[in-house]
């Protein structure tokens, strides 16, 4: 008998044992994105704590179809119960204080009425503001939820005509402008006083119509036209406010393809979240890797079987210039700072503490979160964590400028998540206040943040001017002196070779590309006429090139290759090798039929001449790239844009000159050789398959043979 007790007891610790880190598994993981858009697991910010539910709140009948959540000053929690026509008021422990709309008021015509599925409240100091959508009004009350005033639809000539008013969303500034999101107006915010009377519409979405719809629209009937609404702004869909008067703003109706792109490009047109001014321009800070906008990765491992663009519903605003968005489609928190920088991101669907079924609603509550589950009737209430609390500690020491203080945070962060971006810049950012510039370039390199790392490189460059100002000019002088002493020197070599005979040096062929580049038409002449260039010079011309693209990839400097991507001399003299000999069998086979009266050789020869401006000048602007701000990229860039397009008229004029051609039929031939260098490529490559389908089906063969044998 004691042995069957024993045995009973190791079967129920057994399953104690394994059933432990089954219960305490995580409901999600938090993470950020890293600069190449792959996902960076991060300690929880926020974790679980609670759900409230009706029961909870002490609700005598189950709220159904929750809209909306709001908390006040006081912390106390606002509910919107649409399918009961209520408003519930909560105190900061989620117990019931009183429902707006659970007994009918009267309203300012001396009428009993009621709420019909209000769908957003807002509450300020001293009013408490129901968006009834579908009684197309406004419903304001005191802070005790008696009734004051109806704010009714708006009326101006700015309406489209039939347009329907259908408030869902609404948020008030300091002064007491009401900015509204109707479900059913695309032209944008609409701004109005706490009287009803109409100010304007603020935020219009941008329009995007590609010249086929265009095109077709032109022969479409006035029905069809009315039908197909391609070209009428998006609507939002939620809306809040902050203490400095911003407006944030979020729409779910933009093309999935496009509000992808505007996570790469940090575009603002069709981005999901916007942040407005009182004027309606849009303000928002993009400064992280990614414009904020969800998920990055859409269609990876991170988003389980779900895929396409976040569903962006609403947003919150948090402490220290923080807010949050969340998405529908993947029930989760998107939380960035105020220059948009990614924070974390968590969230799952499923039944554990902290998943939701159908996320509809996010507030802030203090340090914590509150997450509404519109499928489960309840919310969740999320307790920031010490990791979360040290990010906000670290947020407000850097925007009260206690930078000591803050550096301390961010290295605390750092320990415990070393691949958080954020912290680097700040560290960084408390650095460069402090005027110790170097080492703040080190933190913003780790964070690949380009704009910052400018900024103080900029000031050490200054630095380094003020400490070398009398070396600089020396320096200068005696680079452009060696270059107009090597230019004569270049000029003398070639007038003696123009006016001598017999066979040219190697030094001569060389020197020759320096006249050939200032004068194209008589150089060229010569290259072909006198035997003034040759083989042996123009390979190695061609190598200068290879050669020239390898330090560029190797040698510029960060501002411009942050991501600090690299190459190989093989894989830099395939891709100059590759186009320059498609180039030259081209136009060589094409020239053969069309009177041309180069040779392959002379084609070779002189294109290889004519890049000759490619070295001079690209060597330049990637020595320049070291030393060069943000501000200065566009005229290093010039520079080398400069290079090709002089490589590219040496390389027409030569092929005009080469073959005695006319100015337009060069044209025409040179435009033939593009496409005769695409056509060689799609033989080759079609070649290269087929050769190598052949050789799989010989092995095959050959295998299946021994196997047979």
């Not at 429902?99 to 008021?105: L, T």
């Not at 939820?145 to 039939?162: M, R, T, V, Y």
């Not at 460069?432 to 933190?443: G, M, Q, V």
């Not at 030094?507 to 002449?525: I, N, R, T, V």
Request: hydrophobic share 45%; with cysteine; net charge negative.
């Amino acid at each position: 008998m004691n042995k069957i007790v024993r045995v009973i007891a190791l079967v129920f610790a057994a399953i104690m044992l394994f059933a432990v880190p089954v219960s305490a598994a995580k409901p999600y993981q938090t993470y950020t994105y890293s600069i190449d858009g792959m996902p960076l697991n991060s300690p929880d910010a926020y974790t679980p704590v609670m759900t409230v539910n009706s029961a909870y709140m002490g609700l005598a009948k189950a709220f159904d179809d929750p809209r909306d959540l709001f908390v006040d000053k006081d912390l106390n929690v606002y509910l919107v119960d649409a399918k009961n026509n209520m408003v519930h008021v909560l105190d900061r422990y989620y117990k019931l204080k009183f429902s707006i709309g659970a007994k009918k008021f009267i309203n300012d015509q001396g009428v009993p009425d009621e709420l019909t599925a209000p769908s957003g409240v807002f509450v300020n100091d001293d009013t408490i503001f129901v968006a009834d959508t579908d009684a197309n009004r406004i419903v304001t009350f005191d802070l005790e939820g008696n009734f004051k005033k109806i704010i009714p639809q708006p009326e101006s000539d700015l309406f489209a005509e039939g347009a329907v008013y259908k408030p869902v969303a609404l948020a008030v500034d300091q002064y007491g402008r009401l900015y509204v999101v109707s479900s059913t107006t695309y032209q944008g915010i609409i701004v109005m006083t706490e009287e009803g009377e109409f100010t304007g519409f603020i935020g219009a979405q941008k329009v995007y119509a590609n010249i086929l719809d265009i095109i077709w629209r032109r022969f479409q009937t006035k029905a069809q036209r009315e039908l197909t609404q391609s070209y009428i702004p998006t609507e939002f869909n939620n809306i809040t406010i902050n203490d400095e008067g911003f407006i944030y703003v979020t729409t779910s109706s933009i093309e999935e393809s496009k509000q992808q792109s505007a996570i790469r490009t940090k575009a603002g047109d069709y981005a999901p979240v916007k942040m407005l001014n009182a004027a309606g321009s849009e303000i928002m800070r993009r400064n992280g890797f990614f414009a904020p906008s969800g998920e990055v990765q859409v269609d990876s491992s991170v988003t389980a079987d779900i895929r396409g663009a976040s569903r962006i519903i609403d947003v919150a605003v948090g402490p220290e210039g923080t807010w949050s968005i969340i998405d529908e489609k993947r029930q989760k928190v998107f939380t960035y700072d105020f220059d948009g920088n990614l924070l974390f991101a968590f969230g799952d669907k499923g039944q554990q503490l902290g998943n939701l079924s159908s996320i509809e609603a996010v507030v802030y509550q203090g340090d914590t979160m509150l997450l509404l589950d519109k499928t489960a009737d309840n919310f969740t209430v999320f307790k920031r964590t010490e990791y979360g609390d040290t990010l906000i500690r670290a947020l407000e020491h850097q925007n009260n400028r206690q930078y000591e203080l803050a550096v301390d945070d961010w290295t605390e962060i750092l320990k415990r998540n070393s691949n958080f971006d954020t912290a680097y810049i700040g560290i960084g950012q408390a650095l460069y206040r402090d005027a110790n510039y170097e080492e703040a370039l080190e933190y913003y390199k780790s964070a690949y943040d380009v704009a910052n790392y400018s900024s103080a490189y900029k000031e050490l460059r200054k630095g380094w001017i003020e400490k070398y100002i009398l070396l600089i000019p020396v320096i200068a002088a005696v680079v452009i002196t060696a270059l107009v002493l090597f230019l004569r020197y270049a000029g003398k070599i070639n007038l003696r070779a123009a006016t001598k005979g017999g066979k040219r040096t190697f030094k001569e062929e060389l020197l020759f590309g320096f006249h050939l580049m200032m004068h194209p038409f008589d150089g060229f002449w010569d290259l072909k006429h006198e035997k003034r260039g040759s083989v042996r010079a123009a390979i190695v011309y061609l190598v200068v090139v290879i050669l020239t693209f390898f330090y560029q990839a190797i040698g510029t400097g960060y501002i411009m290759n942050p991501r600090g991507i690299y190459t190989t001399v093989f894989a830099q003299a395939i891709s100059v090798l590759v186009p320059f000999f498609l180039w030259v069998v081209a136009n060589w086979c094409l020239t053969t039929l069309f009177d041309g009266e180069g040779s392959l050789k002379d084609i070779f020869i002189a294109t290889s001449y004519s890049l000759i401006p490619l070295p001079l000048l690209i060597i330049p602007s990637t020595i320049a790239s070291n030393f060069v701000t943000t501000s200065e990229v566009t005229l290093v860039n010039l520079l080398a844009d400069f290079a090709f397009i002089w490589a590219i008229l040496l390389i027409f004029f030569g092929m005009m000159v080469t073959h005695d051609y006319t100015l337009t039929k060069n044209l025409v031939i040179c435009l033939c050789t593009i496409v005769g260098m695409v056509f060689i490529m799609f033989v080759g490559i079609l070649f290269s398959t087929l050769l190598g389908k052949i050789v799989s089906f010989i092995s095959n063969i050959i295998i299946e043979i021994n196997y047979r044998l």
